[in-house]
């Protein structure tokens, strides 16, 4: 039995219908949203032109969609940029992730390189300059014993035996800068203490006498205004001495004049404060938080250091004083000189 023409036009209707309900189905698996449009065509006829200026990225063939074959449908989407980069998420998500993660790594290595360059420089710096370090004491006692027999001091029984004293610190001195060059292969870095019962001002002068020729052969002057009451700590004698010591060793070495060093010393019921105030070249405030740091060195014009130095020193005065429970500060401005500021807590007189 045949059918109408109108029929075959409703059945056709019917049969598209369920067709692009279908396809729908179909594309709403891809768990995500396409923009796509159903062309129709006769099934027998000039196949319809896309219009030049339609940017599709699919185009599907046509097709018969029943057995009446009166016309076919084709399927076009405008964009599945979007799908791609659907499917393609957890590529995508892990590439960045390797990315992010080879990015890290390098600069972890870069760092690390550059941190044992560095480290390796400073090792050699520091290799360099300990000779001209460990010559200091070997200096001041060869000029103390040259002094006696030049000057025949055995008639001037009293300076000779100053003299003699001093060359015995410096070679206390030498043997302490020795102990701190093995211990920095030490894994630990604790400091081992002596504490007695000890007279800043009294540790101070003697210092200050210990050090009479360098201090002469650099045409420097050294003034010490002490408290009329003593200032006595709980501390190592030898270690507070070589603090003393290395402040004065920096005056006069960093001098760019005749040193001009004044030493004061006073005490309340709870501290004892020193001082140590030079007319040297002063330190930047960019590097005043830095000059107490292990190897630091305060550059110099030209990147080159015309005074040697290990740039241990500060660090070593710094560990000295936080040891003895105590403070160090600076207060500098470049071309003024700089003031070091020591304060140590003292040992009541109270019974």
């Known amino acids: 039995m045949g059918y109408s023409l109108e029929q075959m036009k409703a059945l056709d209707s019917l049969a598209l219908l369920r067709f692009e309900q279908s396809m729908a189905a179909s594309l709403s698996k891809l768990e995500t949203q396409l923009d796509y449009h159903f062309l129709v065509y006769p099934f027998v006829g000039k196949e319809k032109n896309l219009a030049a200026n339609d940017q599709l990225d699919f185009v599907s063939k046509k097709y018969g969609y029943n ?20 499917k393609m998420r957890y590529y995508l998500i892990s590439a960045i992730l390797m990315t992010a993660l080879t990015g890290i790594a390098f600069y972890f290595i870069i760092g690390l390189m550059n941190s044992r360059k560095l480290y390796a420089d400073a090792r050699v710096a ?10 200091t004491p070997i200096a001041t006692v060869a000029l103390a014993l040259e002094s006696i027999s030049k000057y025949n001091l055995k008639d001037d029984p009293e300076k000779m035996q100053r003299y003699l004293n001093m060359g015995k610190q410096e070679l206390q001195r030498l043997n302490h800068l020795v102990e701190r060059v093995l211990d920095l292969n030490e894994d630990s870095r604790e400091m081992k203490l002596r504490p007695v019962l000890y007279d800043i001002q009294a540790g101070i002068s003697d210092v200050i006498r ?15 205004l002490v408290s009329p009451e003593p200032c ?12 003393f010591f290395n402040l004065i060793e920096n ?11 004044l030493i004061t010393c ?23 938080d830095k000059i107490f740091e292990r190897f630091f060195r305060v550059p110099q014009p030209g990147n080159t250091h015309q005074v040697k130095g290990t740039g ?11 040891r003895h429970k105590g403070t160090i500060t600076l207060k500098s401005e470049p071309a003024e000189g700089s003031t070091f500021i020591i304060k140590l807590p003292i040992v009541s007189n109270e019974l």
């Open 67 to 86: 057995l009446l074959h009166m016309n076919a449908v084709q399927v076009t989407v405008d964009s599945v940029a979007g799908l791609v980069w659907y």
């Open 210 to 224: 210990s050090m009479e020729l360098p201090l002469q052969h650099a045409h420097a002057k050294c003034e010490l």
């Open 126 to 135: 520091f290799t360099s300059n300990m000779t001209h370090e460990i010559k």
């Open 251 to 261: 005056a006069i070495k960093y001098a760019v004049a005749p040193l001009q060093l």
């Open 232 to 243: 006595f700590v709980e501390g190592d004698a030898l270690h507070l001495n070589s603090v």
């Open 312 to 322: 241990l020193g500060l660090n070593y005065v710094s560990g000295v004083i936080k």
């Open 266 to 288: 006073s005490c309340d019921k709870d501290w004892a404060t020193i001082t140590f105030k030079d007319n040297g070249p002063g330190i930047p405030q960019a590097y005043q």
